[in-house]
Nanobody, 126 residues
Framework: QLSLVESGGDLVQPGGSLRLSCTASGYISDHYIIGWFRQAPGKEREGVGCIGSSDGRALYADSVKGRFTVSRDTSKNTVYLQMNSLNPEDTGVYYC???????????????????WGQGTQVTVSS
């Protein structure tokens, strides 16, 4: 069973930045696709972005495109979500998720992700 742990959530003012980390209990090979999701209070969970296996190509929701970046660091067995220009609408619990995909390399937030972290709280407020 793959275990994922998110960290880096915090209270930040609008316009600020945070970097979230998603660290696996074991080695995350380049066959794993990683997605980032968030859930705001009273709202459904939504996809934020994802990063594909092998080539590391990422996709982003329109609401965060140009502000958020998903990246991998294989040496640290970690995936990051860099969040810039944060606004109050970015508030929520952020989750990372993983799926093993030996053939399909492109990522997508609508995939069946079998492994999920417990989430980390991000609050954007003045």
């Amino acid at each position: 069973q793959l275990s994922l742990v998110e960290s880096g959530g915090d209270l930040v003012q609008p316009g600020g930045s945070l970097r979230l980390s998603c660290t696996a209990s074991g080695y995350i090979s380049d066959h794993y696709i990683i997605g980032w999701f968030r859930q705001a209070p009273g709202k459904e969970r939504e996809g934020v972005g994802c990063i594909g296996s092998s080539d590391g190509r990422a996709l982003y929701a329109d609401s965060v495109k140009g502000r958020f970046t998903v990246s991998r660091d294989t040496s640290k067995n970690t995936v990051y979500l860099q969040m810039n220009s944060l606004n109050p609408e970015d508030t929520g619990v952020y989750y990372c998720a993983a799926t093993y995909s030996p053939r399909v390399k492109a990522c997508g937030v609508n995939y069946e992700y079998g492994y999920w972290g417990q989430g980390t709280q991000v609050t954007v407020s003045s």
